[in-house]
């Protein structure tokens, strides 16, 4: 792989996976996201990156699990889990008196032996009752590309 003075830019693509939002106790609140299925042929590499920001009251939290899923066709034919799952982790806590908590989950998977097609899944959930908010988003990041320089598009 060749890099030239410009950096990584030339060798990594970024694609759209989802948005939700939460409620806690109502909707959205501990309820699976479907990522959008991407095609990561000619990629090696894949990091899902989720950004978050909370309205959280005082040492109430918001957790994320996620996983990734590998299909050979973007209706879904022969999905399945694939590679190591982000267990259920605390990602935010409300500070004291509450307020706004904002950050990104990370996981990065070696997607060389993926089928085709791939999506993320994440389930927030947020401990308090009725009061705690919290929107997300979900983007794919991959790397490893074996044709460069990799050219924008839409997915």
Known sequence: MHMNAQGIAETLAARFAAISAATAGGTGDATE???AY???QGFSSLKVIIAYTATLAATKTLTVAANLQDATSTAGAGVADFGAALATAVVATGPTGGGTVTGVVELDFDVS???RYVRVQYTPDLTATGTDTATLSAVYVLGGAQVQPVTAKAN
Do not use: K, N
């Open 113 to 115: 032996g993926a089928d």
């Open 38 to 40: 991407i095609d990561r």
């Open 33 to 35: 996201v479907d990522g």
